[in-house]
Nanobody, 124 residues
Framework: QVPLVESGGGLVQTGDSLRLSCAAS????????VAWFRQAPGKEREFVSV??????????SYADSVQGRFTISVDSTRSTVFLQMNSLKSEDTAVYYC???????????????WGQGTQVTVSS
């Protein structure tokens, strides 16, 4: 198993920034794809971003709704993945989850291990 711990959520205003962290407790993300999903009340869990690979930089992909505003990255030890969120909008309000899997997929079905989630609330 790969225990995941998310942090960095909070209450911000429209246009503000937040940085979420996803830490692999006791392990690294080497060889895993790490994705961020989010789920707003009454809505299905949706893909936000994913990072994968050992290249410099590693491969990354974003949902259209966050492209250009969010940036996913991994630290040099490959034990923490970050999601830098800029120009936040009210529609970004959700619980954000990180997850790991063996492939770079936009479907939550392909991810085996999930964190507990961190709440992001953007107030207008």
């Amino acid at each position: 198993q790969v225990p995941l711990v998310e942090s960095g959520g909070g209450l911000v205003q429209t246009g503000d920034s937040l940085r979420l962290s996803c830490a692999a407790s006791g392990r690294t993300f080497e060889g895993y794809a790490v994705a961020w999903f989010r789920q707003a009340p009454g809505k299905e869990r949706e893909f936000v971003s994913v990072i994968y690979g050992t290249g410099r930089p590693p491969s990354a992909s974003y949902a259209d709704s966050v492209q250009g505003r969010f940036t996913i990255s991994v630290d040099s030890t490959r034990s923490t993945v970050f999601l830098q969120m800029n120009s936040l909008k009210s529609e970004d309000t959700a619980v954000y989850y990180c997850a790991t899997g063996s492939t770079m997929s936009r479907s939550p079905r392909h991810y085996v291990y999930w964190g507990q989630g961190t709440q992001v609330t953007v107030s207008s």
